[in-house]
T-cell receptor, first 113, second 114 residues
Framework: GESVGLHLPTLSVQEGDNSIINCAYSNSASDYFIWYKQESGKGPQFIIDIRSNMDKRQGQRVTVLLNKTVKHLSLQIAATQPGDSAVYFCAENNNFGNEKLTFGTGTRLTIIP | SQTIHQWPATLVQPVGSPLSLECTVEGTSNPNLYWYRQAAGRGLQLLFYSVGIGQISSEVPQNLSASRPQDRQFILSSKKLLLSDSGFYLC?????WGGGQPQHFGDGTRLSIL
């Protein structure tokens, strides 16, 4: 079936460096993509989203890149801070009627002080 | 602003006991509502979603059921819990107008079955 997967399950980055988290998706009909951050014991928190008619979107210290040709999504976090340590999930939506999402398995990002 | 509440935050139940987890949303009308289960160190599995009062769609066969008795209330239930029902249960909502919207999550209920 369709799935959203991540290339790396864990990632360690030195504080202050930039980090890149990657995600591959398999449903070419997906039109909308979201990145979430989940801290231990909490629900996922929305970070940034992007629609399929865009290839880049920037937020505060975060940038999402979408490459529809190879069905690849990435999240870039600039100048990482200890508070960025968390599990990051990508999710895709190919049904704008009920807004159901398909989630990847997540990448654990650890910021090294 | 909109908020979502889940309770209880943690729950320990014996095998075979019933379950009722509640989720409520404030500050919006006719939201789409979702129940997920997350196993330790894993992604999110969609269990149920609802686009309106009394409308429930089940995503996977399981020991659980869901109900939506009021517009902004979503309940996850079981008559008899199994060991395999342990996990982190998350409720989420989106606005009803569609067109690609992020889901917003509550802080979850950690359920342990003994």
């Amino acid at each position: 079936g369709e799935s959203v997967g991540l290339h790396l399950p864990t990632l360690s980055v030195q504080e202050g460096d930039n980090s890149i988290i990657n995600c591959a998706y398999s449903n070419s009909a997906s039109d909308y993509f979201i990145w979430y951050k989940q801290e231990s014991g909490k629900g996922p928190q929305f970070i940034i989203d992007i629609r399929s008619n865009m290839d880049k979107r920037q937020g505060q210290r975060v940038t999402v890149l979408l490459n529809k040709t190879v069905k690849h999504l990435s999240l870039q976090i600039a100048a990482t801070q200890p508070g960025d340590s968390a599990v990051y999930f990508c999710a895709e939506n190919n049904n704008f009627g009920n807004e159901k999402l398909t989630f990847g398995t997540g990448t654990r990002l650890t910021i090294i002080p | 602003s909109q908020t979502i509440h889940q309770w209880p935050a943690t729950l320990v139940q014996p095998v075979g006991s019933p379950l009722s987890l509640e989720c409520t949303v404030e500050g919006t009308s006719n939201p789409n509502l979702y129940w997920y289960r997350q196993a330790a160190g894993r992604g999110l599995q969609l269990l149920f979603y609802s686009v309106g009062i009394g409308q429930i769609s089940s995503e996977v066969p399981q020991n659980l059921s869901a109900s939506r008795p009021q517009d902004r209330q979503f309940i996850l239930s079981s008559k008899k819990l199994l060991l395999s029902d342990s996990g982190f249960y998350l409720c989420a909502w989106t606005p009803p107008w569609g067109g690609g919207q992020p889901q917003h999550f509550g802080d979850g209920t950690r359920l342990s079955i003994l």
